[in-house]
């Protein structure tokens, strides 16, 4: 079977390393790359730099990555699907979850795959912490709580931290517990000048019971990617920054000072940090997606889950705005 021909459109930041990982795939050959900003990293190396998204169907692709500012995703994604070529869109999906189902309905109506970029959800933490789960290491699971705070990035202009963001952490929790969030209530902050949040904190719960917990900024000097998960066994802790997974186990030697049992609930037991093979996230999500082209079994992000992402997002920017949760 002859190699999928990949299309890329947009070669920033986060182009570039589509464009990086796409020519070490197997079984996909980068044939074309469109961005009418040119080339600022250098990336396309044989391969001419087209002008526009219609100059990229012309080449004659099978599949392509939309890596452009949020508010290009719609119009890039339906005249994809339009040409028939199955398509990874980064995230957010979209600017708004009008553009968002026309773009789901649109490769839905033509059997065309429509993917998301959550590349988090192939973080190696992350695919180590559901394997584990799904085999009931920590029971039943009682909370999911995340961190991701950073500095600011200035080539982020077109949206604020929640979809730029908190859609990761949102995406991740949803998947990490099998289950849609059901209420959301956010509060959010504006200390960069901006139009958009740079601040935002988000609390709610899933349909399965399980609470949940984001704090998710760009003003902290620090970059930090955390992911906890507490059930009746003890706590799993993914440090996606560093792919490092820890469990902390519930104690089983009983406790003599009982003033510090009643208080405490539990006790500290043994500490284990995991190894395990340590994939780039990025990798795996293009092998998911040609899976996906090529009918076998996968784990790509479709864009039905994407357009349910940005709706708990949507949700909660509308609860900090309004001062009150929101059913979903």
Known sequence: MANLRAGLLGVGMMGRNHARVLRDVEGIDLVAIADPGGDPHKVAGELEILPDIEALIAAGIDIAVVAVPTAF????????????????????IAHSLEAGRRMTDAFAARGLVGAV??????????????????????????????????????????????????????DLTSWVAQSEYTTVFAQT??????????????TGRLANGVIVNHLVNWLSPMKERITVVTGD??????DTATGDLTFYANGTIPLEWESMLAF?????????????????PLRVEHEAFRDAVLGKPNDVVTMEQGLRTLEVVEGALSSAANGASVAL
């Open 233 to 238: 066994r003890g706590t799993f802790i993914a």
């Open 189 to 202: 902050a504006h200390k960069s000048g901006r139009d958009y949040e740079d601040m935002i904190t988000v």
């Open 73 to 92: 995703h719609e119009d890039a994604a339906l005249k994809l699907a339009d040409a028939g070529v199955h398509t990874l869109v980064e995230k957010p």
């Open 264 to 280: 405490r609930g539990v006790s500290e037991g043994d500490i284990t940090r995991f190894s395990f093979a340590k994939r780039e």
């Open 117 to 170: 970029g959550h590349v988090e959800r192939f973080n190696p933490a992350l695919q180590e912490m559901r394997r584990r789960l799904e085999a009931g290491e920590l029971g039943d699971v009682y909370q999911i709580a995340t961190r991701r705070q950073s500095t600011f990035p200035a080539r982020i202009a077109d949206v604020g931290v929640a979809k730029d963001l908190a859609s990761h952490d949102i």
